[in-house]
Each structure stands twice: as C-alpha cells, then as structure tokens.
C-alpha cells in the first residue's frame, strides 16, 4: 500500500511570513496526526483527527497554527505568521483506529526552517 | 504531566555486544508502551509494541511496571541496527496518541 504523502519535503521562509504542509494518510486511515518534531526533540503532537473531527488540539498554538482535514482524508497545517522557533519538522502519521491502540504510520516529513 | 525519559542520547558498541537502550515513564494511569526507530533517511517506524509481547530484528522491551521502564534489549548488536531508537508510550484513555522521549542515538560499529 502506498504510505503517508507530504508535500513540500522542504521549506525556507521568514519570521512573520506563512506556510502551509499538506498531507495526504493511508487510504482508508481514520486517524490523523500532526507531530512537530524540533531538533534534538522526540515528535510532540500538534493535533489529532478522528475523520474530519479534532481529537486533541491542546498543545497546537491556535494563535498562529490551524489545521483542517476536509472530508477526512487529506489535512493542512497552516502556520501565520511564522517565527523562528517555528523550525522544525513537521511529521504527519494516519492510524487504521482510533479506540484500539494500532500502529501510526508516518510520513517523510517537512523541513521547515524559518530564517 | 506524563513524561518519557531516554538517559542515553548516544549509545556506541561493537557489533556482537549486547545493546540496552532504557526508557522510564512517568504515567498516570496503564499507558500502552511502544519503541519507534528511524533508520538513515527513512521514515519513522514502528519496532516492537508492549502488547504483542514480540521480538522484532532481534529486539525485545520487558516492561517494569515497579520501576516504570520499559528498555529495548538485543543480545547480539548489528550494523544495520545503528539508528535513532523513540520510546513512546501512548495515553490509552484518550485515544492513541503518543508521547515521544528524546530519543537515543545507537550507533554499531565493527
């Protein structure tokens, strides 16, 4: 089966601009995540989807980051404006479901680097 | 606040040593624990989960509920296992999010 797509692979930008990553899950995937991983850091969850349904967005800073997933397939997470701790990778992951604890698949990412 | 503790951030042996990379949590309730590894320029995976009680390239996690820990073990260290290794448990209650520990670097050389 074909695995998470995100697009862009890279970006580079300046404080205060915006940007936006697109992720498309596994087909069929019910369960979307949203993972900011900064350098050094383990992946710490943005926001989580249930189809087009937010699960958890406590720890998305809904100041400058949105995120939405029309029809409960595809997502974008959506940064405005931009600073400098932004720098990251941002991870999308899609899980088959959600009340059982099943195994999240990721994608390649996105680089972000925020200048 | 739940945390997920990784001591080691780089782990360096010779190929055929024995390889523990320890993990802690601080935890309410019965999380379900899970090691994620990253091998060079691939994607994030799934090694092994708590609840299938598998081994997985010769790994295996015995988890310790006493001491919260949940370490990732091989007897026998390979080249191809030099990679970034992710203890994360997950909140069962909530859904099936993980959080992520720092993460150790393990690197095998011959």
Request: hydrophobic letters at 35%.
């Amino acid at each position: 089966e074909a695995g998470v797509a995100q697009s862009p692979r890279y970006k580079i930008i300046e404080k205060r601009q915006s940007v936006a990553f697109w992720c498309n899950p596994i087909s069929g995937h019910a369960t979307l995540y949203w993972y900011q991983q900064i350098l050094g850091q383990g992946p710490k969850l943005l926001i989580q989807f249930q189809n087009n349904g937010v699960v958890d967005d406590s720890q998305l800073p809904k100041d400058r980051f949105s995120a939405e997933r029309l029809k409960g397939v595809d997502s974008t997470l959506k940064i405005q404006p931009a600073k400098l701790e932004d720098s990251a990778v941002y991870l999308c992951a899609s899980s088959p479901v959600r009340n059982n604890i099943y195994e999240q698949y990721f994608g390649p990412g996105t680089r972000l680097t925020v200048t | 606040a739940q945390r997920v503790t990784q001591p080691e951030k780089l782990l360096s042996v010779f190929k055929g040593a024995p390889v523990e990379l320890k993990c802690n949590y601080s935890y309410s309730g019965s999380p379900e624990l899970f090691w994620y590894v990253q091998y060079s320029r691939q994607r994030l995976q799934l090694l092994l989960r708590h609840i299938s009680r598998e081994s997985i390239k010769g790994f295996t996690a015995d988890l310790n509920k006493g001491e919260t820990s949940f370490h990732l073990k091989k007897p026998f260290a390979q080249e191809e296992d030099s990679a970034m290794y992710y203890c994360a448990p997950s909140e069962n209650q909530a859904g099936t999010a993980l959080i992520f520990g720092k993460g150790t670097t393990l690197s095998v050389s011959s």
